[in-house]
């Protein structure tokens, strides 16, 4: 079964406190993942995809990494509006509705 | 800029009215999608459209049907309103004709039911 797990849950930085959340899949062919934002109440803002295994993106403090199993998003010293939900989501290539498989998000504070 | 507006940010009805919940994309993309989005259960596909009247199931089709006339425009109907369609709704639209590409959402509709 197609799965995507991201960890932590939540995550508490103090403002300069550069980390990384991670994401783990397990898909039958993988024909991308994406990274999006979500602040409380609103739609999720697309950040990054990737397409395979080796694959970099950057965004400002942000950096989309890409494995065979797992993705990293790094977030290089966070400020506070980098508080947010962060959702990873996939699509397999067996998926005949280009439908998302998403992971549950990781809650990120940081705190000034 | 790619922008996907939804007709409601917040909307409340009662059990058994008819609900019309509307998004239109203005970047002419092929594909649609509506999802609900519930705490511990993330976002899961309600419906799916590649195509001006073409429509496809996602993973919790009950209790809802879809409409597209316009390409731009996607309506998520439920047809009788039950307490357990509480939620957030969001559509999405990408880009490309078939199953890939990414998808962009719009700000959501907040539903209750009661």
């Known amino acids: 079964e197609d799965q995507v797990t991201q960890s932590p849950e939540a995550l508490r930085l103090q403002e300069g406190e550069s980390s990384s959340l991670n994401c783990s899949y397990t898909?039958?062919?993988?024909?991308?993942l994406f990274w999006y934002r979500q602040d409380p109440g609103k739609g999720p803002e697309f950040l990054f995809t990737l397409y395979s295994a080796g694959e970099e993106k950057e965004k400002e403090r942000l950096k989309a990494t890409l494995t065979k199993k797992e993705s990293f998003l790094h977030i290089t010293a966070p400020k506070p509006e980098d508080s947010a939900t962060y959702l990873c989501a996939v699509q397999a290539r067996s998926s005949n509705t280009g439908k998302l498989i998403f992971g549950q998000g990781t809650t990120l504070q940081v705190k000034p | 800029d790619v922008k996907v507006t939804q007709s409601s940010r917040y909307l409340v009805k009662r059990t058994g009215e008819k609900v019309f919940l509307e998004c239109v994309q203005d970047?002419?993309?092929?594909?649609m999608f509506w999802y609900r989005q519930d705490p511990g259960l993330g976002l899961r596909l309600i419906y799916f459209?590649?195509?001006?009247?073409?429509?496809e199931k996602g993973d919790i089709p009950e209790g809802y049907s879809v409409s597209r006339e316009k390409k731009e425009r996607f309506s998520l109907i439920l047809e009788s309103a039950s307490t357990n369609q509480t939620s957030m709704y969001l559509c999405a639209s990408s880009l490309y004709p078939g199953t890939s590409g990414t998808q962009y959402f719009g700000p959501g509709t907040r539903l209750t039911v009661t």
């Open positions: 970047m002419d993309h092929e594909n």
């Open positions: 898909v039958s062919g993988l024909r991308g």
């Open positions: 459209s590649y195509d001006v009247k073409m429509k």
